[in-house]
């Protein structure tokens, strides 16, 4: 009997308990898992080749932790783990510590890389609890994009651009929770006809590519960034529950003419509620004054009557 064998002798008796697997976001579902070696790897760290014990693990069935898991993976049971994953980073941490401990014991030295994580789920998830997690989820994805675009503007004001291909991070951005890769144009324009700055957003789901249309006025300074910050995070997350509609399969009609039409079709009310949410959020301000403010600051953009801009309000508060 090898080593490896050896080890897997005694981790097949073992379950490991890890106290917050989703980090403290989310703190309170602590996760049984069981682990086994299936080899050894050479990976470079800190410039040094260093030989690693490959490990996979598998969660073993403890209701709503599993179920949560389930919806990050997609409905998969496995997750291949590789060195650029950042995926359940609280949960391959600790199981990697835990892991390393125990070998220790059995004078095993070498250091431990999880390489893929196995789920074993068969129940529905708590649709209160599916909300939560999805959000967070988009929540991240809407930071990585707002954080790329505001590097953006703070040294461009005219100019289009395509990201992340223009920041050297890729042609995509490409993130596990959503199907598709995506990419974002964005154009930069200067006018006097702003007195700070205005911004607009499109998403083109044919093409996978989010637009963002920011016009500042020439003499505005960086003064302006910190309240583009939050109309970004409302664009953004506005425009990333549409990819999230075309991934679930929606059907989405003709768009049409009429503003007090086009706000209340049904994914429109669900891609506002999402976008002022998370502004709102951003803010630190209740979501009935975000909603308020936008419609009063955006007339421009719309044609309602007071009572119909007062109905479309009250149906993305979920008041009607």
Known sequence: MNDLELYNKYLDKKIFEIENPLGVHLPGLPAKIKMKI????????????????????????????NSLINTMMRGKTHKVITTTTSDFYPLRMESTIQLKDFLSLLGEERPVMCIGITNEYNGNINESMKEILTED?????????????????????????????????????????LL??????????????????????????????????ITTNPDSKNTILQDLVYELNELVRHEL????????????????????????????????????????????????????????????????????????????????
């Open 241 to 320: 529950e549409h990819v999230k509609q075309n991934e679930s399969g929606y059907d989405f009609p003709k768009s049409p003419k009429s503003s007090h039409k086009y706000y209340g079709q049904f994914h429109e009310l669900e891609a506002l509620r999402a976008g002022f949410r998370k502004k709102a959020k951003k803010e630190k301000k209740d979501l009935e004054s975000v909603v308020r403010y936008w419609f009063e600051k955006n007339k421009h953009k719309y044609i309602m009557k007071p009572k119909q801009t007062e109905n479309i309000i009250n149906r993305i508060l979920g008041k009607s």
């Open 137 to 177: 989820v988009y929540d991240k994805i809407t930071n990585k994009v707002v954080h790329d675009i505001i590097n953006l503007v703070r040294y461009q004001r005219d100019g289009d651009f395509e990201l992340p291909l223009d920041i050297g991070d890729g042609e995509f951005y490409h993130f596990d929770e």
């Open 38 to 65: 299936v080899g050894t790897h050479n990976y470079i760290v800190t410039g040094q080749e260093t030989e690693y014990l490959t490990y996979k693990m598998t969660i073993l069935p403890s209701g709503q932790l």
């Open 180 to 213: 598709n890769d995506f990419s974002v144009e964005v154009f930069l324009r200067q006018s006097d006809d702003v007195e700070t700055f205005d911004a607009d957003a499109n998403y083109y789901r044919d093409d996978d590519v989010i637009e963002i249309i």
